[in-house]
């Protein structure tokens, strides 16, 4: 095979249907498996680029029309961006209570090969949120006050919801539906520091008759914790909004001890003993990062406008030519 013909089949458009079908067999397993996607998306992108690259040579029409050549050159820096997007993304979550500033460390993470963490930077905390609902318990817009420091030392402020981020060094800070209760417990041992610790119970209301968790303590072993609310929150026959409930206790189980503790009450054990500070609230957070976003959005709107162009151009109604410019001597 020549290589003009060899160069004719990796331009054809069998050649990038083939390609796509094969792209969207590897995203669709990157999802299930982790191991090696990386490679496999940045080799069938590669093979895509040359796709078009080598069309650009074998098709002389796609180098004179400037708007298509302008357009085919666009698909292919969008095709190279969601690469590097792949590459360079993070995508996770955490949960953080109010009062509590959030250290970086995420409950879960979808990270690129190249993502530079930087998620130290994101020192914030919220001080609780507010939460509408509507008859039915549909829940309205989440209103979740944070506060931080930035990179000049000023207290700064924001209120962000599920569509309204918080913007810190690249990254893009969303709240979640989830949101719960969380008991503040402090353990003092016989010998040594107390330590303090807050059990994240299910998401309430969406969990509302399993508010209860296993929490570990110091010791090694493992506290069951119930709360039990003994008033209605969220009344689903009418419009209500989140909060803390004012009548509640919990329920302790320690080996064979159980206990029920309202705030300041205190579970005396073998080793130590253990009181109830309080009771706060959390919130579940999503964490979004992607640099390529400003270039793939630029690249999608280069290719959009460049296609539009060219139509217009090859389909608008041609100009008439005057018939005495049609005229040539000797003719009737």
Known sequence: MTPRRLLAHLGSLRATLAWLALLALVVLAGRVV?????????????????NLLAALAVHPALRRQLPLLVAHLALLALVALAGLSRLVSLDGRFELSDGVEFDGTLLDARRGAWHHDALQALRFRHDGFEIDYAAGRKRGATRNPV?????????????????????????????????GFAPLLRWVPERGEPQRGTVHLPSYPAHELRQHREWPLPDGRTAWVQLEIDEALIDPAGPAHWRLPQRHHLVLRVDAVRAELRPGDALAL????????????????????DPTLPWLLAAALLAALALGLHYTLKFAPRRPVAAAALARPGHA
């Open 34 to 50: 982790q191991a090696g996607w990386a490679y496999a998306l940045g080799a069938v992108l590669a093979a895509l680029a040359l």
């Open 147 to 179: 506060a931080w420091v930035d990179a000049q030392g000023r207290l700064q402020r924001a209120v962000i919801g599920d569509h309204r981020p918080l913007r810190i060094a690249g990254y893009r800070v969303y709240t979640s539906p989830n949101k």
């Open 270 to 289: 073998p080793g130590g003993t253990l009181v109830y500070e309080g009771l706060h609230s959390w919130m579940g957070y999503r964490v979004h990062h």
